[in-house]
Nanobody, 122 residues
Framework: QVQVVESGGGLVQPGGSLRLSCLVS????????MAWFRQIPGKEREAVSS????????YYPSFVKGRFTISRDNAKNTVYLQMDSLKPEDTAMYYC???????????????WGQGTQVTVSS
């Protein structure tokens, strides 16, 4: 069975950094695109980054470009999200997902993790 497990969330001050990790098992990892999404209670889940199967092509929405960096290590079945210059509005539950194409849309992903909480506050 497929397992997607996020880690690395926590409390960080504005302007600080955090690195999230997502460990995947139960599938052929380098057959899949990976993505990170986030959700604030009462609001729609939104993409923060995606990456193709090899790691050569990352994608970002405008609101995180220049601050977040996605990467993957296929030997470790792990995808990372490096988050720099964090803002209070980045506070959310962050989810990792696997799917056939690295689109910035929740509907493109079949396998999801349970989420890890990121809180940006003084």
């Amino acid at each position: 069975q497929v397992q997607v497990v996020e880690s690395g969330g926590g409390l960080v001050q504005p302007g600080g950094s955090l690195r999230l990790s997502c460990l995947v098992s139960g599938l052929t990892f380098d057959d899949y695109a990976m993505a990170w999404f986030r959700q604030i209670p009462g609001k729609e889940r939104e993409a923060v980054s995606s990456i193709n199967w090899s790691g050569s092509t990352p994608y970002y929405p405008s609101f995180v470009k220049g601050r977040f960096t996605i990467s993957r290590d296929n030997a470790k079945n792990t995808v990372y999200l490096q988050m720099d210059s964090l803002k209070p509005e980045d506070t959310a539950m962050y989810y990792c997902a696997a799917g056939p194409h690295p689109i910035l849309d929740t509907h493109g992903y079949r396998y999801w993790g349970q989420g890890t909480q990121v809180t940006v506050s003084s």
